[in-house]
């Protein structure tokens, strides 16, 4: 029995990660337990074995201290925290990539594992690792941290996602592949009859020690089937290639890739994961204006009347009915008087222009005020509470400015910069200039303005706010937001923020470091298959570990000229774009009315609603079908695991400059269905012509079958199709501007 105890012996010298540290004399105790209850299989082999001298396998190094490398070599993880303060951020059962180098020194092969645990240390997923490529030796894997939810802050069960939410961890474990080492040696010698019964002698130890190891977690009948082939391997009775083919049984295989023997495991730190809650990355938002919501006009003085809290209870509606989980409302605070702007942003405002709603501040109140014209606080209570009953989050826009008559001009003169003739300086960029705003400075009194901020942002939490769009972040100091949102979240763990900045990557990024967990971003500008097929790995790769981007087809502050020269079809292309382009996406309303005339010489509409009161008959929507597809857009994503991540879109390659595609994969053991779940979107980005191209997919990179047809679903149409590696799409602008394939 000299290889079983030696096999034994060697097993007890490289235990699993959570017995490293085991003494000899417990391995010993352990080693004449397991003798007692040798059953009858074990017994044969041990027989079979008795005679043959093992080697050494590499042992466990501890490393100690940071930095130390283990017995396998385990560097670059990605994503990297930015020296370990900012770590990577994804959302409760979000799929993400990690990648990391795993090698050895000479040619042994080396196999990586990763594993994921909870806030409390608890192992919640194991998954083997892929050599993408071994010249680089760069493994990866895709990962979850708990499994994706629904669940809004105020909905029962919503505490059980809020104990998962936090700092996870992701360790890649190394470990030499000694089985694969062998197998390839073994192969060879076999083949060319060069030193073949050691080479069998040392693959029938390997897979005796195998059998006994605790690490690889196998069961009594997986046991059972490596003992079998260990037996088999050491009969000399039996040709050199039938005892070789043991080693290579389909069943043998198979544990090598679920339950494999790993020597010389070599964990790495534990990467951490900030995990935060749902719709922090999938969400789809609806904007629209309180005060253009149930306007109508006066049939006898032919005036606008406004709409209000009560009368928006019908956008609330509206967004559900598209699919929409997010309702995002303009500032509805006090408007002042003093230099207010009138129509189309002209200089000097008619006695019945409201002026922009960014113009905060009167007489009446401040931030922390309700328009009076809109109603009260207790009315925007009530659209709270309505729209939680509809299963919908309120959004509610802070801009941090204010108009010359809001109350902080007089309680806080420090708090803004004056001229040298005493004056307070209006916001410019020149040559623009806001006449109706006076911006904050933040040197004078910056803990002071913080303290009033978080002061604010609380009561409107308090009234059923859940999100905050923060306009123009950038223009404020990063420490600044990093203090009001850590003093916020505290408090109020479930609060998200959107920022507006359209800015350089730099502040971007400290942006999302300090708490903003999603952005508008330049998608507006990206039309061209060359710009797109850019800028979507930009958006759903490493820097979506950070800066979640939010797709915005239009705004009120941008109508491109895209959507201006494209009709109806260039607005469900830019939809399609949007939804399927990134996780989180938004919609300004009037987009399903195609209000896409521009300002001439501004990206921006004509008659803006920032500076006036719009009244609009949404009985008209049906006609152009743009609401149709939104709604469709909104029931693909809730069904399709595969567009919850912003780790995984693969721009595909196609023959004609107008047909942009792309893919979104997430494999079976992410999905919650035990089913790969696959997306295939071709997009006409042409809204006046029809192009034909051929769709190429490198099948096995998806994870796809690749000795048989695809059957797919457009989830668009219904209509069903068979692809293959190459594909021809016909898509005209009239019919069909897109296709979203699911793979059946």
């Known amino acids: 029995m000299a290889v079983q105890q030696s096999a034994e012996r060697n097993t007890s010298s490289n235990p699993d990660s959570k017995a490293s540290k085991s003494k000899a004399t417990s391995a010993a105790k352990k080693t004449t337990t397991r003798r007692k209850r040798v059953d009858p299989e074990t017994r044969r082999m ?12 590499a042992p466990v190094i501890d490393a100690s201290e940071p930095g130390q490398f283990g017995r396998i070599n385990v560097m670059d993880i990605t994503p990297a925290e930015e020296r370990g303060i900012y770590p990577a951020r994804v959302e409760i059962g979000e799929p993400f990539k990690v990648t990391a180098q795993v090698f050895i020194e000479g040619r042994t092969k080396v196999g990586a594992t990763a594993v994921v645990r909870n806030p409390r240390g608890k192992e ?9 490529n071994p010249g680089l030796d760069r493994w990866e894997v895709t990962l979850k941290c708990g499994e994706h939810s629904d669940l809004k802050p105020w909905d029962e069960g919503y505490a059980a996602v809020k104990r998962q939410l936090g700092i996870w961890t992701v360790t890649v474990e190394g470990w030499e592949d000694t089985y694969t080492s062998w197998l390839h040696d073994a192969t060879i010698k076999v083949k060319v009859k060069d030193d073949v019964e050691n080479a069998l002698d040392s693959g029938a130890e390997l897979l005796a020690r195998w059998a006994l190891t605790k690490d690889a977690g196998l069961s009594a009948k997986d046991r059972k089937v ?54 922090s990355s999938f969400a789809a938002w609806y904007q629209f204006f309180p005060r253009s919501e149930g306007a109508t006009v006066d049939p006898e003085t032919g005036k606008i009347v406004q709409g209000n809290l009560k009368t928006s209870i019908a956008g609330l509606e509206r967004a559900k009915a598209e699919g929409f989980d997010i309702v995002y409302l303009p500032p509805i605070f006090p408007i002042g008087v003093t230099n207010r702007k009138g129509r189309n942003n002209s200089l000097i405002a008619g006695p019945n222009d409201p002026g922009s709603p960014f113009g905060i501040g009167s007489e009446l109140g401040g931030h922390d005020t309700v328009d009076p014209l809109l109603g009260t606080m207790d ?16 959004a509610l826009d802070f801009a941090l400015q204010c108009s010359p008559d809001h109350p ?38 910056m803990p002071g303005i913080e303290k009033e901020v978080e002061r604010i942002l609380n009561l409107w939490i308090e009234a059923g706010v859940t999100i905050f769009r923060i306009d123009n972040p950038h223009t404020k100091p990063v420490r600044f937001w990093q203090d009001v949102i850590a003093s916020v979240t505290k408090k109020h763990p479930e609060i998200l923020f959107l920022a507006e900045a359209f800015t350089r990557p730099g502040m971007m990024r400290a942006l999302s ?56 079809a260039g607005h469900c292309v830019r939809a399609v774009l949007a939804a399927m382009g990134s996780p989180s996406w938004g919609i300004y309303n009037g987009f399903e009315l195609i209000e896409n005339k521009q300002r001439p010489g501004f ?74 779940d696959t997306l295939i979107v071709v997009v006409n980005l042409d809204g006046h012509n029809a192009h034909q191209s051929t769709v190429h997919i490198e099948l096995g990179e998806l994870g796809l079958p690749t000795d048989r047809p695809l059957n797919v679903r457009d989830e668009l149409t219904g209509r069903e199709f068979q692809w293959g590696w190459d594909n021809y799409v016909s898509l005209a602008p009239w019919a069909d501007v897109a296709h979203i394939l699911s793979v059946q």
């Open 124 to 132: 919640t997923l194991r998954l083997p690792m892929t050599c993408t």
């Open 603 to 676: 990206e921006e509409q004509i008659d803006n609603e920032k500076y006036e009161v719009k009244v609009r008959d949404w009985s008209k929507a049906e006609k152009y079908g743009v609401a149709k597809m939104l709604t469709t857009l909104n029931k693909i994503r809730r069904e399709h695991p595969a567009a919850l991540s912003y780790h995984n879109l693969t721009v595909l390659p196609t023959s004609d400059p107008n047909i942009l595609a792309f893919a979104r994969h997430t494999p079976a053991e992410l999905t919650g269905t035990g089913q790969a």
């Open 379 to 394: 009315d925007f209570k009530a659209l709270c509470q309505r729209a939680h009953e509809l299963g919908l989050e309120i």
């Open 513 to 568: 470091y300090v708490g903003f967990t999603q952005s508008h971003c330049y998608f507006p500008w990206r039309n061209t298959k060359e710009e797109l097929a850019e800028y979507l790995p930009i958006t759903n790769g490493d820097d979506g570990y950070y800066q979640h981007n939010t797709f915005w087809p239009t705004t009120p502050d941008i109508l491109t000229a895209y959507v201006r020269d494209n009709g109806i």
């Open 226 to 279: 490596i003992e079998q082939a260990a037996e088999t391997m050491a009969n000399k009775e039996l040709a050199p290639e039938d005892r070789l083919a043991a080693a290579t049984d389909p069943a043998v295989k198979a544990l090598h890739e679920t339950h494999p023997l790993r020597d010389g495991l070599s964990p790495s730190q534990p990467q951490r994961f900030k995990v935060e809650r749902p719709k």
């Open 408 to 445: 902080w001009v007089k309680q806080h003169p420090n708090w803004f910069r004056h001229k040298p003739d005493g004056s307070i300086a209006f916001a410019e960029n020149p040559p623009k200039k806001y006449q109706d705003i006076y911006p904050i400075d933040f040197n004078a009194d």
């Open 46 to 57: 041990n027989q079979a074995l008795n005679g043959l001298v093992g080697e050494a396998p």
